[in-house]
């Protein structure tokens, strides 16, 4: 009895295993492949790099660098990946009715995008507040708004009024208020080298338009 009991644990335990490796083998591949990246775009832009990083006097050859290229190409269809989503379907996909007419405020929102002029990062902050009308949306779909459009080459005025927009015109509520504060690496690493600048951008509608209603905004936001 206790021979067929080891017998059958046995066999149990190593079909389980059997499974679990499966899994892990299905894990591996769809990791290989991330759905922003495509293998035919990877090698063309690789193969890009690896002329430029010649062009630069480097050896593209050389063990440190065989995989830069691939490296760089993979890297760019991660931090542009937001050419193929749309915000306002993310919005729509947790979108409720609430009648709740006070304001709303995400703050401290972390982003990172690349600077369309140089092709450097610029990153820091969004604060993001509205005042629903009917439509209220699930408090993670804002973060994700705020990444996809930073997800492509950018400029921070541009980006600050198309969050804005994408909120406004999904959720349609009394106002939208959208707070940007950013600092960019072609101001810290080139040009004017100012290490400690702060670039700040703000956009507004409805009844963010009122002074008072900013000024709460912005005390909500940065407490004294």
């Not at 890297?75 to 749309?86: H, I, M, P, R």
């Not at 707070?179 to 400690?196: D, S, T, W």
Request: glycine share 4%; with cysteine; charged share 25%.
């Amino acid at each position: 009895m206790c021979l067929w009991v080891i017998q059958k644990f046995n066999a149990n335990f190593a079909t389980f295993l059997i499974y679990i490796l499966k899994k892990i083998k299905r894990m591996q591949q769809v990791q290989s492949h991330t759905p922003y990246t495509n293998p035919l775009t990877t090698k063309e832009i690789a193969g890009h790099y690896k002329e430029i990083l010649a062009i630069l006097g480097e050896n593209p050859n050389r063990e440190g660098l065989l995989k830069t290229p691939e490296r760089v190409a993979k890297s760019l269809q991660y931090l542009l990946q937001g050419y193929e989503q749309e915000p306002e379907e993310i919005l729509r996909s947790a979108m409720f009715t609430e009648d709740y007419r006070q304001m709303v405020i995400v703050k401290d929102i972390d982003f990172y995008s690349l600077c369309e002029h140089h092709l450097l990062p610029f990153f820091g902050k969004v604060h993001i507040g509205y005042i629903p009308e009917k439509k209220i949306t699930g408090l993670s779909k804002i973060p994700r708004v705020v990444d996809i459009f930073a997800r492509r080459l950018q400029v921070q005025e541009r980006l600050t009024t198309q969050i804005k927009n994408c909120i406004q015109n999904t959720l349609e509520p009394m106002g939208v208020m959208v707070i940007i504060e950013a600092q960019h690496l072609c101001m810290q690493m080139r040009g004017v080298q100012k290490q400690h600048s702060i670039t700040t951008t703000s956009d507004f509608t409805g009844v963010f338009r009122a002074a008072k209603t900013r000024e709460e905004f912005m005390n909500l936001i940065h407490p004294k």
